[in-house]
């Protein structure tokens, strides 16, 4: 096992040719996201794994794929790895400010030193082999190369989108997690799951935190046809402190599933007796415990996964992260789907119920052409009835990297939400619209939520100065 996280440069690698500065590799990046849309059968990442001796085979791989969650998930996961002592890589999506949020060693962020190598590596290699991968191609082989030269025990990996066509698919997983699926196209429901099982291929073992028997049922059909392992889908919720039971529990259950099957099961670690494993499992005794036995307990009392959770909360920034030193409070979530906003609207009520309010407003700021935008309005009609509070709607400016097309139309959403009968207004920019709702409640116990998009709590931190997370 390692725990190192340093991390190794590639200049035994390198390949001739231009040697970008961080800066044009992120133009690079920021310009190439629809490059190569085309290529349904992956066959350029294919080539480019290839070309660097398949990482993606010489890996042992964890892929997380479903609607909502998967961020959080792999962010429980890690911390869980993290305490058998193994070294962990993650790879995240989207980012929020910078690239390097996507690659994380050990908790860590990829340095910019190491990030800007990789990616030359890369983007050179193709250019030599006359491919044109896109940006998310390039990112995949990057962070595959960065896991892989890390010498990492496990690399998870955020399959953002879909499943059989992801990048992250070249990968021969071990466990394929699912989190939920739930498309804002209800109709849609069974090509979804189809979909996003396409990353399991024979042998692999798939976990599912989804609720539906009747998508349970599909996933496990799925599931066997490709000669997976179904394993016991999700129950219970892990015992985060209040109100992060409720909003990440399942998420941190599915969690520790995940790091217990990869630990007892392919990692075999029952055979081997480890005193401060929170995950494995022990080699039974027979007969009663000795005087000994019971006296060292005493002694030295096993830490239990209960207490992890009560430690633990979600430091991943824009995935419901609340800033309480903020006056007046903040309150960021990159909720883009109907599913997420539900959750979203779950935690104010959960926020107001743990201390009132005085003044709620939302900054919202949408760019999700498929989403059931009457659906929504419900969901917010539904939300401040009971509960009173505004909405403030603003553009957005998609950010390179970001799933979302062009920004609601912000005179049309703001009347359909004055027709719910519920507070609202329109704002030209995302800074007069976060000053007025700041001016709108009270500076000590109000709060303002900014949601919609990943792209709108980019704009949040980008107005307050943040230049990297």
């Known amino acids: ?77 890690v911390k869980l790895l993290r305490q058998e002592g193994l070294s962990v ?57 960065f896991f892989k030269q890390s010498n990492v025990d496990v690399a998870l990996i955020e399959v953002s989108e879909g499943g059989k066509l992801n990048a992250a698919n070249i990968c021969n997983s071990k466990i394929a997690a699912i989190t939920r699926v739930t498309p804002d196209d209800a109709a849609s429901m069974d090509a979804a799951i189809q979909e996003v099982l396409g990353i399991v291929k024979k042998g692999t073992i798939v976990i599912s935190g989804d609720q539906s028997k009747l998508n349970l049922q599909t996933m496990l059909d799925i599931t066997e046809e490709k000669g997976g392992i179904w394993a016991m889908p999700i129950r219970k919720l892990a015992p985060l402190q209040y109100p992060y039971e409720q909003l990440h529990g399942r998420c941190a259950a599915l969690a520790e599933r995940i790091a217990q099957t990869f630990v007892n099961e392919v990692l075999k670690l029952e055979s081997t007796v480890v005193s401060s494993s929170l995950l494995s499992k022990p080699k039974g005794t027979r007969g009663r415990p000795t ?60 926020l107001h119920y743990q201390r009132p309010l005085k003044g709620l407003t939302i900054v919202l700021g949408c760019n ?16 401040f009835k009971k509960t009173s509070g505004q909405v403030i709607v603003c553009p957005v400016e998609n950010v390179p990297g970001h799933k979302g097309g062009a920004s609601w139309d912000v005179e049309k959403i703001t009347n359909d939400i004055k027709s719910m009968k519920i507070k609202a207004r329109s704002s030209s920019n995302f800074k007069e619209a976060f000053e007025a709702a700041c001016k709108s409640v009270d500076e000590r116990h109000g709060l303002v939520v900014v949601a919609g998009s990943p792209s709108v709590v980019t704009e949040y931190w980008r107005y307050k100065g943040m230049k990297k997370l």
């Open 1 to 77: 096992m390692k725990s190192t996280t340093k991390q190794t440069t590639t200049s035994s690698l390198a390949q001739p040719g231009k040697q970008r500065s961080y800066n044009e590799v992120i133009e690079f990046l920021d310009n190439n996201w629809s490059t190569n849309a085309n290529d349904t059968s992956l066959s350029c990442i294919k080539q480019l794994d290839q070309a660097f001796e398949n990482p993606s085979q010489k890996l042992k791989t964890i892929l997380v794929a479903g609607t909502n969650g998967k961020s959080l998930t792999i962010h429980f996961t």
């Open 291 to 350: 005087l000994e036995a019971k006296r060292q307990a005493e002694l030295n009392p096993q830490r239990t996964l209960e207490q992890f959770w009560k430690e633990q909360h979600s430091d991943l920034s824009a995935r419901f992260q609340l800033l309480d030193k903020e006056k007046p409070s903040i309150l960021l979530d990159n909720a883009q789907n109907l599913d997420a906003f539900e959750n979203l609207l779950l935690g104010i009520r959960l």
């Open 368 to 383: 999700n052409d498929t989403m059931d935008v009457s659906e929504f309005l419900k969901q917010l009609r539904y939300f």
């Open 89 to 145: 890589g993650a790879f995240y999506a989207p980012h929020i400010l910078t690239y390097n949020e996507r690659f994380s060693l050990n908790d860590e962020a990829i340095s910019n030193k190491t990030f800007t190598e990789l990616a030359n590596e890369v983007i050179n290699t193709a250019q030599s082999m006359r491919l044109t991968p896109n940006s998310f191609d390039i990112l995949t082989i990057m962070a595959l190369l």
